[in-house]
């Protein structure tokens, strides 16, 4: 069963401590996304990758980091450094970045800061 | 960079009516994806739009590209229950080194009275 899985769907954490996001996708895809979602502010790209060891920053990527090891994997770590982290957090992949491809989404991590 | 401007933000429709959701650009686009967020759900694509003045029908949802490239629109026709959720434009925009990332409107939220 293919498609893109996100751990843990809901995470709490305390003020200061930095988290990491999981984002895992069996679909052979070589660009990944992580976006952040806001009531009312729609998806905001934070980072993305189009190949293994390498990324970009997106909008909105203070206070983020990301590491691109392997194709399948595109974790996301959200440091202390981010001052209002508390949000749904999407990834997503597609074939390649070219601008007519369609994004996967995965089911997404609600991250709570205390 | 480059914006995506969508409206209404909300819309309450008495089931069997319709609706319509409107994507502005003030730059030419090169094409627009709509995607569907079911209520605490992930983002699903729904269409590609490429060239202008096309028009894209599934069931009953309509799409429309504008002749100029700048906007587009969702209409879906006798909405029924199972269409709540938010609906996003999106638009692939070039952030350079021959990278694109899909920049989305801010959804419109679509709740229908049964």
């Known amino acids: 069963d293919g498609g893109i899985t996100q751990s843990p769907k809901y995470l709490f954490r305390k003020e200061g401590q930095n988290v990491t996001l999981s984002c895992e996708q069996n679909?052979?895809?070589?660009?990944m996304y992580w976006y952040r979602q806001d009531p009312g502010q729609g998806l905001r790209l934070i980072y993305y990758s189009q190949i293994v060891n390498d990324f970009q920053k997106g909008d909105i990527a203070e206070g983020y980091s990301v590491s691109r090891e392997k194709k399948e994997s595109f974790p996301l770590t959200v440091t202390s450094a981010q001052k209002n982290p508390t949000a749904f957090y999407l990834c997503a992949s597609s074939k390649g970045g070219n601008s007519y491809n369609e994004q996967f989404f995965g089911p997404g991590t609600r991250l709570t800061v205390l | 960079g480059q914006q995506v401007m969508q409206i209404p933000q909300y819309q309450h429709v008495q089931e069997g009516e319709d609706f319509t959701t409107y994507c502005n650009s003030s730059t030419t686009l090169s094409n627009i994806q709509w995607y569907k967020q079911r209520p605490g759900g992930h983002p699903v694509f729904l269409i590609q739009l490429v060239k202008s003045g096309e028009v894209k029908k599934q069931k009953r949802l309509t799409f429309q590209f504008g002749e100029a490239k700048k906007n587009s629109s969702l209409h879906i026709t006798a909405t029924q229950t199972t269409d709540v959720g938010t609906y996003f434009c999106?638009?692939?925009?070039?952030?350079?080194?021959?990278?694109?990332?899909?920049?989305f409107g801010k959804g419109t939220k679509l709740s229908v009275i049964p």
């Open positions: 999106a638009a692939n925009t070039y952030s350079g080194a021959g990278s694109y990332q899909l920049t």
């Open positions: 679909l052979n895809h070589d660009a």
